[in-house]
Structure formats: C-alpha cells, structure tokens
C-alpha cells in the first residue's frame, strides 16, 4: 500500500522527535550520574563530560542537517507541499529535555571550562531551531522610502 508523502513526512518527524527526546533523557541521566560524581574516578568522569559534549555535538548536527534538507527540499521539489520541519507540538514536547539538559550543565563543572562553554552554546544552537520554528513571522510594513546611496565627499560624482 502506498503511503502519501505527508503522512510519510508526520511519521519521519514522530521517530525524529522519539529518537531526540530518549537521547535526551540518556543525557540527562548521564547528567544526573556527573553530577553526583562521589564514587566516579577522574578519568572516567573526564571521558564522561567529553563523551557528552560529542553527544550534544552530534544531537546538533542531526538537527542541521534534517532542518536544512527541510528547508531546502521545497525549493527544488515541483511538488506544493506546505513543508514545516517539526509542528508546534512536537517541539513542546522536545523543549523541556532540552532545557532541563540546559540546566544540568550549567550546574555542573567540568574539568575543562571550555566543554562546559561549547556545550551550553551548542544547546542555545539547538534551541534556536524549535524557537525559530514555531514563532509566528512578523511582518513590518512601511510606507518610508529608503533614503539615497550615502557618498563621501571624496567620492561624490558631479553631474
């Protein structure tokens, strides 16, 4: 039986959100072991923050490469499919994990303070895309014309 291309693309977000928001909870709980840390030793606890920010890392480039194929597949597809990445839903459902992931590793603090930097600027990345997505487009209107070319006068051309 042949599926139709949207319901096809609901059900590839369903499993795209599923797989993100159990990744998160692995995270969160990998989180939750750091920090409370008492009976790791250093060098697991190193290559735990470092495997984290790999993770986070790779959670980010998943979503960069689903969101551009996204955004790029309308405009090079003949088909007039309205095309949004993930709906307004599935990105409240996302947005707490990561979020509470947020949280937890601005808590924490890493043996490395760079990790702990590239970490929370790789989740505000992500965060950008569900925020991006579900804002409504603001529109502004003007009836102001746009004032002529600025020239130095060094440069001014004589008519």
């Not at 998160?24 to 939750?32: E, H, R």
Request: aromatic letters at 14%.
């Amino acid at each position: 039986m042949k599926m139709d291309y949207v319901t096809a693309r609901n059900n590839r977000e369903l499993e795209y959100i599923n797989f993100f928001c159990s990744f998160l909870l692995f995270l969160n709980k990998t989180f939750d072991t750091l920090l409370n840390q008492e009976f790791i030793s250093k060098e697991k606890c190193n290559q735990m923050e470092r495997n984290v920010m790999t993770s986070i890392s790779l959670l980010w480039t998943l979503h960069v490469s689903i969101f551009s194929k996204n955004l790029l597949y309308p405009k090079t597809s003949q088909e007039k499919v309205p095309f949004q990445t993930f709906d307004e839903k599935n990105s409240k459902a996302f947005l707490p994990s990561l979020q509470q992931l947020k949280e937890k590793v601005q808590r924490y603090h890493f043996s490395n303070e760079n990790w702990k930097i590239q970490c929370v600027n790789t989740l505000d990345q992500i965060q950008q895309f569900y925020l991006i997505s579900t804002e409504i487009p603001t529109i502004i209107e003007s009836n102001l014309h746009a004032p002529p070319p600025w020239l130095s006068k060094d440069f001014s051309i004589t008519r």
